[in-house]
């Protein structure tokens, strides 16, 4: 092993925070779930650097750059993300070997989606209620413990372990981030509290992403849903609850979502179409397709039984 340096940040650009898998478990003490907003993007950064699943990473907003301060295997993913490295172009969606002083940028073709950055080993980052992933509004986690995120200047050090096999992510197995297709939507138990014609509105409608998209949740605007039952008594929320507030415009809950609602909600974004979602920026459009839960249930074995039999075979 060696122990240290790891990496140095050149540029942060508009948001970089360090995330893993998140504080899963700790809801009931007010924490929330935090972690990667594109959970698929975050696992293929980590296992092409052949990390533990919920080994951190950065996740970037805009351009990042850094630098290399020892020899190390990194690995970017995410959706039309360009890398570069000493000024040459690189691939995504494989791994990258950096010699100490190289250094690497990468920027999106849409701002606003988000890339992640892992880099093979353990990165010495103090956990702070089991999770090193960064909320800001709850001042958590993060690179000094307090939710702040990476600044220009910052060094992460990273222990690193004996060079693994280079991989690479096959084209058919890397995320379909286009929103062509409608996002499944699963009918919560309040969904028979709205009327008829308005949750037949809601599944033949498009609706726009807002300005008002952060990790905590997506605002949409489009044609409201009207007659929403009463606010009632807080209760939790899962990641991809679609809320529905009194204006009747709804609020799709993300991983930085808090931890207990009162509004309404008419269902519940499928989890293996939440990094679509999460993918998108102001201005697009979603639609939304009701799904049987046993459906659902089938569509997620399938994912993971593809999965499965890819990872066993290399």
């Not at 990194?74 to 100490?100: C, D, F, H, Y």
């Not at 808090?258 to 979603?286: E, F, H, M, N, W």
């Amino acid at each position: 092993m060696t122990m240290g340096k790891g990496i140095k940040i050149l540029q942060s650009g508009p948001l970089a925070l360090v995330v893993d898998s998140g504080r899963r478990g700790s809801q009931h003490q007010g924490f929330c779930e935090s972690g990667p907003m594109d959970e698929s993007a975050y696992f293929w950064a980590n296992w092409l650097c052949a990390n533990a699943a919920d080994n951190p990473v950065i996740e970037a907003i805009g351009a990042l750059a850094i630098e290399a301060q020892k020899n190390l295997a990194v690995a970017i993913t995410g959706p039309e993300v360009s890398v570069i490295v000493n000024g040459r172009s690189m691939s995504a969606w494989q791994t990258l070997r950096l010699k100490a002083g190289d250094t690497l940028s990468i920027d999106t073709k849409r701002f606003g989606t988000k890339s992640y950055v892992a880099i093979a080993g353990q990165w010495q980052i103090a956990k702070i209620v089991g999770s090193v992933s960064t909320v800001r509004r709850e001042g958590l986690g993060g690179l000094s413990g307090n939710g702040q995120p990476l600044q220009n200047n910052d060094c992460i050090a990273v222990t690193t372990l004996p060079n693994n096999a280079d991989r690479q992510i096959p084209d058919i197995l890397r995320p379909d981030y286009t929103l062509t297709s409608a996002l499944e939507v699963i009918n919560g138990y309040q969904y028979d509290s709205f009327p008829t014609t308005s949750i037949r509105r809601f599944f033949n409608e498009e609706y726009s992403l807002t300005t008002e998209i952060d990790r905590m949740g997506y605002r949409l605007s489009g044609h409201p849903v009207a007659g929403a039952p009463p606010s009632m008594r807080s209760e939790g929320i899962n990641a991809g609850s679609i809320q529905i507030p009194p204006d009747g415009q709804p609020i799709v809950m993300m991983r930085d979502r808090q931890t207990l609602g009162g509004y309404p909600k008419i269902g519940c974004v499928a989890s293996y179409d939440l990094a679509r979602l999460a993918q998108a920026v102001p201005g697009d459009t979603v639609a939304f397709r009701a799904v049987d839960p046993n459906n659902a249930r089938a569509n997620w074995l399938l994912r993971e039984q593809k999965l499965k039999r890819f990872l066993q075979s290399v």
